[in-house]
Every structure is written in C-alpha cells, then in structure tokens.
C-alpha cells in the first residue's frame, strides 16, 4: 500500500468552477499535509500546508483534512487557465523523523 | 526562484559512467532533503541532511548512491555505475524548522538522461 494515494486524473474544470482534489494517506499518526504545485518542466512549489483538523484557507485555496478518514483535500475556487498543473500531496507520517512522502500527483487542466 | 540552486540543470550520461550533482541550499536553511522524480510520479525520497551530518536514507537507495554535505551549507549527489534506470529529476530542497514552519523550498532540478 501505497503512502500517499491520489486520483492521478486529469481532472478538467472550466474556468471559474471549484475544483477539488483529494488526497489519502496510510499512516494515521500522520501529523503534517502539503500540497504544491508542479508545472511541467519545474519543481514543485508549496502552496498550502495544514496540521490540524478543519479547513484553512488562503485566498482561493482551501485546504481541508480530516485525520479520522485519513483524507486530505485542496479546493481550489475560481479556477483560472494558470492554475493548470499537477497538484502533489505530500505526507510527513510519525516516527519517520523529516521523511516527506508524495503521491504521483493529480493533473489538473483548467479550460476557458 | 527560491533561492536554491542545483548545477548542472542538465546531464547526459553513458551508461557506466559516474555523475555529481551540486545543490546549493538557502544560507540559513539546516536541513537539506534529495528527490528523484519520475515522469508521472511524485519526488522520491532519497536523503536528508541536517547540517552536515545525513540523519536518514531511504532504504530504496542503491549503494551506487552516496551524497555528502562536508561543511554543512552546499551538498552534492553522486552516483556510480550509471543506469538506464537512474534517468529521472533530481531535487533538492532546504528547509529551516522555525517556529514549527516545515515548508521546503525544492531547487530547479537537476534532469538525468542515461544513454
């Protein structure tokens, strides 16, 4: 079983809709959750990170975790063109000191 | 630009053959992590360094692999022996643990082909 586990897409929105991308994880001590950004060709680039139960917020992005069904998500509102990238989840799980464990990414188009 | 740099962006190879990559992390950043990255799959975990000292290692890393990090601030990733199978992104990424903050900042990478 895999660490981290997404939906790798693409996942398609048009331009101003929500889109929402989820993210499970295996360890259930489990403690911080990141999502960055990766456009083709770059590295990635953190957007949000989140620690506790709930939703936090910023700007257009919402992240939300829910440690008791081991889920994370990203809610991106107001979707625009330049937010076409894979979006990577990445766990840092207990008792494995600074390892970060990501999942393969989900590819997300925003159209016009 | 995140302040961290990698040198070279590129590298071609012959299979057999040795390659060093250098990653120059933000100054004042103690931790320094190395990824490799397939295409279609996120970074793996390959090693972290606090200071000069490496504290973990993946247990996926082939002994061909060996990074060092001498002074504490710039560290380089060598692999031997090279394989068609290396062929990836190599990323290195700085962190500084600052009032709880865990963010990393990964550098421009380093891609790999091996012929």
């Known amino acids: 079983q895999k660490e981290v586990e997404q939906n790798s897409g693409p996942l398609s929105v048009p331009e101003g809709a929500i889109a929402s991308l989820n993210c499970t994880y295996s360890?259930?001590?489990?403690?911080?959750f990141f999502w960055y950004r990766q456009y083709s060709g770059k590295s990635p680039e953190l957007i949000m990170f989140?620690?506790?139960?709930g939703d936090k917020e910023d700007g257009r992005f919402t992240a939300q975790l829910n440690k008791a069904s081991q889920y994370v998500s990203l809610l991106i509102r107001d979707s625009q063109p330049s937010d076409s990238a894979t979006y990577l989840c990445?766990?840092?799980?207990?008792?494995?000191?600074?390892?970060?464990?990501f999942g393969t990414g989900t590819s997300l188009t925003v159209i016009p | 630009d995140t302040g961290v740099s990698q040198d070279p962006r590129h590298k071609i190879t012959k299979r057999g053959q040795n390659v060093t990559f250098r990653c120059d992390p933000i100054?004042?950043?103690?931790?320094l992590y190395w990824y490799r990255q397939t295409l279609g799959q996120g970074p793996e975990f390959l090693t972290y360094?606090?200071?000069?000292?490496?504290?973990?290692k993946s247990r996926l890393l082939s002994d061909r692999f060996s990074a060092e990090r001498p002074k504490g601030s710039f560290s380089t990733l060598e692999i031997q022996r090279t394989e068609q199978g290396d062929s990836a992104m190599y990323l290195c990424?700085?962190?500084?643990?600052?009032?709880?903050?865990?963010?990393?900042?990964f550098g421009p990478g380093t891609r790999l082909t091996v012929l």
């Open positions: 989140i620690y506790s139960n």
């Open positions: 990445a766990v840092n799980p207990s008792g494995t000191g600074n390892q970060f464990y």
């Open positions: 100054s004042e950043h103690n931790r």
């Open positions: 990424a700085s962190r500084k643990l600052a009032g709880g903050l865990n963010e990393q900042f």
């Open positions: 360890d259930r001590g489990s403690q911080s």
């Open positions: 360094f606090q200071n000069e000292a490496q504290l973990e």
